[in-house]
T-cell receptor, first 110, second 110 residues
Framework: SQTIHQWPATLVQPVGSPLSLECTVE??????LYWYRQAAGRGLQLLFY??????ISSEVPQNLSASRPQDRQFILSSKKLLLSDSGFYLC?????????FGPGTRLTVL | KQEVTQIPAALSVPEGENLVLNCSFT??????LQWFRQDPGKGLTSLLL?????REQTSGRLNASLDKSSGRSTLYIAASQPGDSATYLC?????????FGAGTTVTVRA
């Protein structure tokens, strides 16, 4: 069966520091991969999606970037975090017509 | 751009009462519609998926309807229990992406 992992589960970072969140999927190949952010009291916002290695689409302009170095690995990064980057980050993978979500990373930028 | 709206934003009911959660979307060209549950600080759990050609789906006490032409879906939860307390998210799938509503936060009082 397929599983999706995210780490770390919780992260507290100072403003201006770098960020790297990792997502990996097991039990499938060539999945579509997604990064979402959920800010406090708000809905989920799609940040990036990828349909293959090295193929990244950005949905909104922002301080973040994404990379897909391997088929089942999706990384969310920032060179300098802003206060507004705080939130709950969810990774998801899609086999065809639905999406399965990871457990999420709670990021607090102070 | 797809806009998904959920009404009400919050709902508090006594145990045993039926719940009705509403979702509307602006672009009817969708592949499917999903209802998710999110517990505080946790990831998303898929509850029901309705294909665009279907009118409804049922799972236990949950029933979801879809009227694609009018851009509406309703999630019914029968005989609510305190364990049903959570945030319920509606999302439409199109162009490889999910567009989410902001959610309805449900509290079931014992």
């Amino acid at each position: 069966s397929q599983t999706i992992h995210q780490w770390p589960a919780t992260l507290v970072q100072p403003v201006g520091s770098p960020l790297s969140l990792e997502c990996t999927v097991e039990g499938t190949s060539n999945p579509n991969l997604y990064w979402y952010r959920q800010a406090a009291g708000r809905g989920l916002q799609l940040l990036f999606y990828s349909v293959g290695i090295g193929q990244i689409s950005s949905e909104v302009p922002q301080n973040l970037s994404a990379s897909r170095p391997q088929d089942r690995q999706f990384i969310l990064s920032s060179k300098k975090l802003l206060l507004s980057d705080s939130g709950f980050y969810l990774c998801a993978w899609s086999p065809k017509d639905t999406q399965y979500f990871g457990p999420g990373t709670r990021l607090t930028v102070l | 751009k797809q806009e998904v709206t959920q009404i009400p934003a919050a709902l508090s009911v006594p145990e045993g009462e039926n719940l009705v959660l509403n979702c509307s979307f602006t672009d009817s060209a969708i592949y499917n519609l999903q209802w998710f549950r999110q517990d505080p600080g946790k990831g998303l759990t898929s509850l029901l998926l309705i294909q665009s050609s279907q009118r409804e789906q049922t799972s236990g006490r949950l029933n979801a309807s879809l009227d694609k032409s009018s851009g509406r879906s309703t999630l019914y939860i029968a005989a609510s229990q305190p364990g049903d307390s959570a945030t319920y998210l509606c999302a439409v799938f199109a162009d490889y992406k999910l567009s989410f509503g902001a959610g309805t936060t449900v509290t079931v009082r014992a």
